[in-house]
C-alpha cells in the first residue's frame, strides 16, 4: 500500500523546487484548500518524507572552492570499521555527502575544500587515522553540470527501442 497519491506527490514536487512557497499558493497549485493542503504537508512532515527546508547557496560567490568526488577502500571490512568511518564522515563538515557503494571502494564522497593542498592534507590525515583506509581515489570536479534539483517523484516513462525511428 502506497503511503502517498498524486496530490501528495505534486506537493512534494512543488516543494522540491520552492521550498519558501506560500501554503496558500501551494494549495492553488495542487488544487486543495489551504486547511487541507496544510494538513496534508504537515502530514508528509510527521512521516519524515519532508526531512527538513533549506536553501541552495552559490559557494563559490563565497569562498574558494575544490569540490572533489572521492572513492574510499577499507584495509578491513570489520562492522566496527564501517561505522567509524561514517562517524568520522558525518562530524566532518567539509564532506559533503557520503555513500558505502558496491565495486572495488567501499564508499563515494563528495567534498567541499579550499584547493588540492586542503584535499592532500584531508587525505593524508584519513589514510594515518584510526578509520582504516588502505586507499582514496579522488576525481576533481571541473564543471558541475547538472546540479541536485530533487527526486523524481514519478515513474519516469519507459523509452521505447523502437523510439525516433
Known sequence: MDLLDHIDRRILSVLQQDGRITNAALAEL???SPSA?????????????????????????????????GEVALKRHQPEDFRALEAMFLSEPRVLEAAEISGRFDYHVKVCVADMGEWRDMTASWTAGPW???RVSSQVVMHPAKSFAGYPLLPSAKVSPRAGR
Request: net charge positive.
Open 37 to 69: 493542503c496544510l494538513q496534508r504537508v504537515r502530514r508528509l512532515e510527521r512521516l519524515g518524507i519532508i526531512e527538513g527546508y533549506g536553501a541552495r547557496i552559490a559557494i563559490e560567490r563565497i569562498r574558494p572552492v575544490l569540490l572533489i568526488h
Open 132 to 134: 582504516q583506509i588502505a
Open 30 to 32: 495542487v488544487a486543495l
